[in-house]
T-cell receptor, first 114, second 115 residues
Framework: AQSVTQPDIHITVSEGASLELRCNYSYGATPYLFWYVQSPGQGLQLLLKYFSGDTLVQGIKGFEAEFKRSQSSFNLRKPSVHWSDAAEYFCAVVPPGGYNKLIFGAGTRLAVHP | GAVVSQHPSRVICKSGTSVKIECRSLDFQATTMFWYRQFPKQSLMLMATSNEGSKATYEQGVEKDKFLINHASLTLSTLTVTSAHPEDSSFYIC???????????FGPGTRLTVT
């Protein structure tokens, strides 16, 4: 079945540590790929997106993501996490021919320890 | 720019009543708006796509007579939950696309509790 999967429901890291959030998709062709962050009381904010081209994408707030076609993955990374990064992170796709309809993964909740 | 607001931010209503949620693009014109539903600790599920001046397109399994969507202007879409029941309690989120762009800008969400 076509889907987007975030294997990790909850991740805890120490402040200053590196972070990688996993995202895998299952579509016949490469979808458009997105990472969003959701903080309490705020709307989802787009961190970065991949449509085509360079497979390493730079986003806001120091985040980056790498598209790996062979692994059908689009993992989100940050070299040094700040306490303010604690939030819910969603990977999302617009499937091929999806007419701009976003399909979201289940989300990964990030906790940051001081 | 690209700010989307929702009103109210939270609402409590009694079972059987209807409640309207507004989604506004504050500083841009939105030809397309989307409505999502998010259950606690779960992901967002697309309910419907709303294009200004035309009928909304509902996703499979979403009752169009229960969730009435109106997109009467380029800056406003409304979602009316009719004859609400406790199982309709959820977090409702809208997003809007700026004219000429595919990027969705999300509102802060509306927490609906039906008692």
């Amino acid at each position: 079945a076509q889907s987007v999967t975030q294997p990790d429901i909850h991740i805890t890291v120490s402040e200053g540590a590196s972070l990688e959030l996993r995202c895998n998709y299952s579509y016949g062709a490469t979808p458009y790929l997105f990472w969003y962050v959701q903080s309490p009381g705020q709307g989802l904010q787009l961190l970065l997106k991949y449509f085509s081209g360079d497979t390493l994408v730079q986003g806001i707030k120091g985040f980056e993501a790498e598209f790996k076609r062979s692994q059908s993955s689009f993992n989100l990374r940050k070299p040094s996490v700040h306490w303010s990064d604690a939030a819910e992170y969603f990977c999302a796709v617009v499937p091929p021919g999806g007419y701009n309809k976003l399909i979201f993964g289940a989300g990964t909740r990030l906790a940051v320890h001081p | 720019g690209a700010v989307v607001s929702q009103h109210p931010s939270r609402v409590i209503c009694k079972s059987g009543t209807s409640v309207k949620i507004e989604c506004r693009s504050l500083d841009f014109q939105a030809t397309t708006m989307f409505w999502y539903r998010q259950f606690p600790k779960q992901s967002l599920m697309l309910m419907a796509t709303s294009n200004e001046g035309s009928k909304a397109t509902y996703e499979q399994g979403v009752e169009k007579d229960k969730f009435l969507i109106n997109h009467a202007s380029l800056t406003l879409s409304t979602l009316t939950v009719t004859s609400a029941h406790p199982e309709d309690s959820s977090f409702y989120i809208c997003s809007a696309c700026r004219q000429g762009s595919d990027e969705q800008y999300f509102g802060p969400g509306t927490r609906l509790t039906v008692t």
